[in-house]
Structures are given as C-alpha cells and as structure tokens.
C-alpha cells in the first residue's frame, strides 16, 4: 500500500507542516488537468464573475452542475444573492479572459469583455459553450462552498477547442 502524506481526520499535524501539505497537495492535484471556466452572475452594480476550474456535470435527471467556490469569493455571495448564474466553457483562445477574471478587481472584470445575457444571467460571448442554472443548493466543504446548480439553458458557441489547465498552465488539447 503507498504511503499517505496527508494527515487522517482527526489527526493533529503541526502548524508548521500545514502549508507544505497544501503545496504538495496543490501538486498532486494539478496533474489532473480541467477545462477552465468563468462562472458569471448578477449583482446590482452590473455583471462578476470569477475563473475556477472546480466545475463537473452532477446528475442528467434532473440536469445538475456542480462547482467549487473559495468560501470568501465575493462572487459567491452574489451567486447566492442573485440565485442564478452561468457556467462559461472557455475556448482556447481566451487565456486573457482566465486570467482577468482570476485576477483584477471584482467590479472590473467585465470591462471590453463581450457578452450577452441569458435567464438573467451574462454569457460570455468568445465561449465555446455555456449552460445557466438557478442555485439548487449549496453545502460547505472545507474552505470552499460546494454549490449546485439546476440547468435551465444549454448554449453552444460554433464548438471551437476548450481551455485547459494542467500543472499550472494553459494547454491545448493533442
């Protein structure tokens, strides 16, 4: 059997080791390589979302999506607040638009970004796909909310190869 690094539930590792086990962790779990998204909703000062790559189909009856939120993410909040949002399937070309929705202030990610509305909710344009969903559910796990969403619209943008990232980078796919 391989050797386990990650501490047990329950067992008290000290404080020193937590930050080396997140970085192994982050390691190991970048080997897994995920298409990237940008989730998207309403807040009453206009348009936000937010890149995460935490994102998987749930269940096709009825049709679900589920997606892993940082708990402090103000979009979080505003998904919850708004009670609807969208998944963006990003398409290979827009590694700009990843990053600026990782990285710039909340308020100013929509900022010459293209895009439209659907079931009150923004959809990105430049993605090669995109589904909304009303909150269905939402349930803690750890630092991050695990939220669950009901489809209620499926948009497909011209295909087009999707985003991924692997090992911290952007790839494309063989």
Known sequence: MPHST???PGSAA??????ERQQQFRR???ELAGGVTVLTTMSPSGPVGMTTSAVTSLSLDPLLVLA?????????????????FAVNILAVTMDHTSQVFAE???????AGVPHHYQDTVP???????AVTCRVHAAHLGGDHTILIGTVTTTTTHGGGEPLVRHRGTYRRLA
């Not at 710039?104 to 929509?110: A, H």
């Open 104 to 110: 710039k202030p909340l308020m100013e990610r929509f």
């Open 6 to 8: 990650v501490p047990r």
């Open 68 to 84: 892993c939120l940082a708990n402090r993410s103000g979009t979080l909040a505003l998904i919850r607040e708004h009670g609807a």
């Open 14 to 19: 000290p404080d020193i080791h937590a930050q």
């Open 123 to 129: 959809i990105l344009d430049e993605a090669v796909a």
């Open 28 to 30: 190991v779990m970048g």
